[in-house]
């Protein structure tokens, strides 16, 4: 298989797409060998058919405008069934086979993931086409194409692959299909019923992956998310319900759902990072008014009014981190040891500088920075970069600039506590436990007396 699958252009030398014909029969014929009892754990035991599975996977002829996919091709050719989709669904669906395919996709360089990500993309778009009619299995083999896509998750490289490729983003722009069953599998379908693709594509980003353990991939996948129509599906979504409905969130993660925390308070809880704050902003802005009258005078205001009270929350604070007398503060996180010796008014003509290298120095003015970097930074950036990378993947690096914004939130949310204003929002205690205390700080010490529920 493997050989006529690498030679295919000279085997089928005499039919229309010679390039796509030997990797067509090779992906038929390993479903039928997968679904052999007597022949499955043979087969699948050997690492090189699992490398030609990821190699069939990946597969892209380049010379076809836009390239074209095996699977995209299988698609075609057997009227929306495709059997390279179901063998890497049955191989990623138990850790038996799973885990020498992450060892092997963890072996390979990022081009590859990338590679591998783009031609999931290209099978999916192949189900939306508009010259390919649409089954009533479309969704589902939607769904397992996702599935395989997400199951390399918690390789850092592939993860960055994943969410870089704006997969997410993509597919809530696309309305081709009009409902479909929930993506996530796990709500009967009774309870459920059909639904627009737009909110079960939602459903299957949003709360995103626990596999994703770099917190600013999270925070690029949501802010892609937002941007790409997040905020005015979960407004539709809530516009189409009505004040009977018994469980209005059911089509969403159930993880979070049995702690309280539905879409518009998991959205609240990453306010704090700067891309997701910016893309909820413009989304909220881009809402109609009438649309916004609907839910804060209606029964959803219970989930809206908080929602936008927590994101006015973040204006304020973000007001008073740019402000003057924050930016004064921000000048003084500076890592030169000889930087107590210098003039505040020397300090405060310049604005902060972060080395360029290891994004982890910062430095309240250029003088200090090229100070530092003579007498001690220069031996010590490499290692502090790596340190950073680490502790990243780790999700436990929290940068200087996200450190002084968290202060200025910890600073608002102790105004709001002395106003009595607290209670108008989601969580506040959860901005702090989930961003500020990741530096390690015990805040709770902070109210006398406090219990940490308190503070």
């Known amino acids: 298989m493997a050989f006529i699958a690498h030679n295919s252009k000279w085997v089928y030398w005499d039919v229309s797409l010679p390039s796509m014909a030997g990797p067509v029969t090779a992906a038929i014929v390993l479903e039928k060998l997968y679904h052999s009892e007597e022949l499955r754990s043979v087969v699948w035991e050997r690492g090189d058919c699992l490398d030609l599975v990821l190699w069939l996977w990946m597969l892209q002829d380049r010379d076809s405008d836009p390239p074209l996919t095996l699977s995209t091709q299988l698609t075609k050719t057997k009227a929306g069934n495709n059997p390279l989709v179901m063998v890497m669904t049955l191989l990623t669906g138990g850790p038996r086979y799973l885990e020498p395919l992450k060892v092997k996709m963890s072996a390979l360089p990022y081009r590859k993931h990338r590679q591998f990500v783009q031609s999931s993309l290209l099978t999916i778009e192949a189900w939306t086409a508009d010259p390919l009619p649409l089954g009533k299995d479309t969704p589902m083999w939607m769904q397992r194409a996702l599935l395989v896509t997400k199951a390399f998750l918690d390789i850092p490289s ?199 290298n290891c994004l982890v120095a910062m430095y309240c003015s250029p003088e200090c920075q090229r100070e530092d970097w003579i007498g001690f930074h220069r031996q010590e950036c490499g290692s502090r970069r790596l340190a950073r990378i680490h502790g990243q993947l780790q999700s436990s690096w929290v940068s200087h600039t996200q450190k002084s914004y968290l202060l200025s939130v910890l600073t608002m949310a102790l105004f709001d506590r002395e106003l009595g204003n607290a209670g108008t929002r989601f969580l506040p205690r959860k901005v702090i436990d989930d961003e500020i205390l990741m530096t390690g700080t015990d805040y709770a010490r902070l109210t006398k007396g406090g219990s940490s529920e308190q503070s």
């Not at 599906?233 to 309280?260: C, F, K, N």
């Open 158 to 356: 592939y993860a960055k692959a994943f969410i870089r490729s704006q997969i997410a983003g993509h597919l809530l722009h696309c309305s081709s299909l009009p409902h479909c069953r929930n993506l996530r599998g796990n709500t009967p379908a009774h309870e459920l019923g059909l639904q627009p693709l737009k909110i079960s594509i939602s459903t299957f980003f949003f709360p995103p992956s626990p596999s994703i353990q770099s917190p600013d991939l999270v925070n690029m996948l949501v802010s892609e998310l937002v941007l790409s129509g997040l905020l005015q599906t979960i407004v539709d979504y809530m516009l189409s319900l009505t004040e009977e409905t018994r469980h209005p969130w059911v089509g969403w993660a159930e993880g979070t759902l049995r702690q309280g925390r539905h879409p518009l308070a998991q959205l609240a809880s990453m306010l704090s990072d700067g891309k997701v704050y910016i893309a909820t902003s413009n989304a909220l802005e881009r809402i109609s008014k009438e649309q916004q009258g609907c839910l804060t005078a209606g029964w959803q205001q219970k989930y809206w009014n908080p929602f936008v009270a927590t994101l006015n929350f973040h204006e304020n604070a973000r007001k008073m981190w740019t402000g003057c007398d924050m930016h004064i503060n921000k000048l003084h996180i500076c890592d030169n040891l000889n930087h107590h010796a210098k003039t505040r008014q020397a300090s405060n003509d310049h604005g902060s500088r972060v080395c360029s």
